[in-house]
């Protein structure tokens, strides 16, 4: 073979070798829009935890919907929920936009995205891979994939330690006044 063949095909061998590689952060979904959107705070590890407290309830973001031709029916009170799955994070592709609640997206606050709690609500959201914990404020809906259960602001995946791997496995608990536990499995 000839230097320049040569050297095309070792060119196209590297660039099919490397073309799976990314220095952006995984995630499920396009990561050209995602990921921090500029500097992070000066210090991501002092975000602080959403602190529960009592909210009236936001009657327009608790109605019944339909999303990707699935119909949900949100809880209309801070009922006790305790689900394992899927969670994801989300950021500067929606930060600043608005939510379900009216409010504007913040990819560093602690907030999540659920199809049911209630809005506005709180959740602790716990990683089953490193057993590292969070409290997040729901004020907004979401995920609408069927294999997630929660869409987490990027400062949440960030502490629970995903940000990297863009999904991961979680135990989400409503946060109820007076009481942590929640043991009601949602509908199917």
Not at 45 to 70: C, F, M, V, W
Not at 77 to 100: C, E, I, M, V
Not at 154 to 179: H, N
């Amino acid at each position: 073979m000839k230097w320049p063949v040569l050297a095309f095909l070792l060119v196209a061998w590297v660039g099919t070798a490397l073309g799976g590689c990314t220095l952006e952060p995984k995630h499920i979904g396009d990561t050209r829009d995602d990921g921090p959107g500029g500097a992070l705070p000066s210090n991501p590890d002092r975000i602080a935890e959403a602190r529960p407290r009592s909210e009236p309830l936001n009657p327009g973001a608790n109605s019944p919907y339909t999303a990707l031709g699935r119909k949900y029916v949100p809880f209309q009170s801070l009922t006790p929920y305790r689900q394992r799955g899927l969670a994801s994070w989300y950021g500067r592709k929606f930060h600043g936009k608005p939510t379900s609640s009216g409010e504007r997206y913040d990819m560093y606050a602690m907030t999540a995205a659920h199809t049911l709690l209630p809005i506005p609500s709180y959740a602790r959201v716990t990683n089953l891979s490193n057993g590292r914990s969070v409290v997040v404020r729901v004020n907004d809906r979401g995920p609408f994939h069927a294999e997630r259960i929660i869409d987490l602001s990027y400062a949440a995946a960030y502490k629970l330690g995903f940000v990297d791997a863009g999904s991961v496995q979680v135990e989400v608990e409503a946060i109820l006044p007076r009481s942590s536990a929640a043991t009601r499995d949602p509908p199917v």
